[in-house]
């Protein structure tokens, strides 16, 4: 099994629509982010958690929910999506410990399109 | 704060020959430095880091950086490219005081013809 993992892989929905990304870690890493990928942008933060009681907005949390069910659980919620919402969204872990050595360890990513 | 540029968005090679991918930085602190692969369809996986150790980095599939801090660079070369190198490549920053938030470069898309 991957070390982090997302779900759904891709997903199409509507304007509109409540839609919910989840991301599970089996790394027992404290740290869980949510970024989104667009062309030509990189990778942008939206939110992070240091634990399960600590959650933070990143540089683009307008129009965006984050859960922190538990340690190993993060889960990203669109409350109304719309189109420009459309990207590629990743899931990532840390341990603050080993960040310097180790950087981040990312999931494979969720494609999501708003129409 | 911090901030990194890819000065390329894409590079195209041929098999065998070099590859050199470009990256600036800024940071307000000694930065960490690392560079993430992205293959499609993939997560990015961590290619090498810097972390003020050598400033020449080796990391993995041959590829390696050097850290120049006169020139706030950090590029990415290879000697010899693979066909399996195309992908994806991000230049990324982090401070190390406190939170090691990543900041990530645009992206550099590396393709490798035969």
């Known amino acids: 099994d991957a070390d982090v993992t997302q779900t759904p892989r891709n997903r199409i929905t509507k304007t509109g629509k409540r839609i919910m990304l989840e991301c599970s870690q089996t790394?027992?890493?404290?740290?869980m982010y949510w970024y989104r990928q667009d062309p030509g942008l990189g990778l942008r933060l939206i939110y992070y958690?240091?634990?399960?009681?600590?959650?933070n907005k990143g540089e683009i949390s307008d129009g965006y929910s984050v859960s922190r069910q538990a340690q190993a659980k993060f889960s990203l919620s669109l409350e109304s999506a719309i189109p420009n919402q459309t990207a590629l969204y990743f899931c990532?872990?840390?341990?603050?410990?080993?960040?310097?050595?180790?950087?981040?360890?990312f999931g494979s990513g969720t494609r999501l399109t708003v129409v | 704060a911090q901030s990194v540029t890819q000065l390329d968005s894409h590079v195209s090679v041929s098999e065998g020959t070099p590859v050199l991918l470009r990256c600036n930085y800024s940071?307000?602190?000694?930065?960490?430095l690392f560079w993430y692969v992205q293959h499609p369809n993939k997560g990015l996986q961590l290619l090498l880091k810097?972390?003020?150790?050598?400033?020449l980095v080796k990391g993995i599939n041959g590829f390696e950086a050097e850290f120049k801090k006169s020139e706030t660079s950090f590029h990415l070369t290879k000697p010899s490219a693979h066909m399996s190198d195309a992908a994806e490549y991000f230049c990324?920053?982090?401070?190390?005081?406190?939170?090691?938030?990543?900041?990530f470069g645009a992206g550099t898309r590396l393709a490798v013809h035969p």
């Open positions: 990532a872990t840390s341990d603050p410990l080993g960040e310097i050595n180790y950087g981040y360890t």
């Open positions: 790394k027992g890493h404290d740290r």
């Open positions: 958690s240091f634990d399960v009681k600590d959650i």
């Open positions: 940071s307000s602190y000694s930065p960490s």
């Open positions: 810097y972390t003020s150790a050598a400033t």
């Open positions: 990324v920053v982090s401070a190390r005081r406190g939170y090691n938030k990543l900041i």
